[in-house]
């Protein structure tokens, strides 16, 4: 994965998540996968609160992990998610990842909750995976 194609994603999904390209900067090319998940989402939805797990220990064997590719959990806060459905909400994730979909993660597990949802108590089970 080249940083070239890497930062012309990320900049379209920046655009598509409503910030600018400025925004979105590849990381280097020696990142671990999840360091790259991280900057990646940290660029595109700016979340005020972001837990990553590799969970790919725990699927050893799997045809993703045969693959290459990683099993991960993410708990994500960002103001880019009010208004949005759930459905929604995990399609903006993957759309920000979608290089990474591609070459590093075959599984994904979304939460993505609103600052809102969250001090208020209101992240009910309907919005995780």
Do not use: C, W
């Amino acid at each position: 994965m080249g940083t070239g194609n890497n930062t012309q994603s990320l900049s379209a999904a920046a655009r598509a998540a409503g910030g600018s390209p400025a925004e979105a900067q590849a990381p280097g090319p020696a990142a671990s996968r999840s360091d790259r998940i991280r900057a990646t989402l940290q660029n595109v939805l700016a979340p005020s609160e972001m837990q990553l797990d590799d969970e790919s220990h725990l699927h050893a064997g799997h045809a993703g992990a045969r693959e290459g590719k990683g099993h991960f959990r993410v708990r994500i806060v960002s103001e880019r998610f009010a208004g949005l459905r759930s459905i929604a909400r995990h399609r903006l994730v993957y759309q920000s990842l979608a290089d990474l979909m591609l070459t590093d993660i075959h599984a994904l597990n979304i939460t993505a909750l609103t600052p809102d949802e969250v001090h208020s108590g209101t992240a009910g089970f309907s919005q995780q995976s």
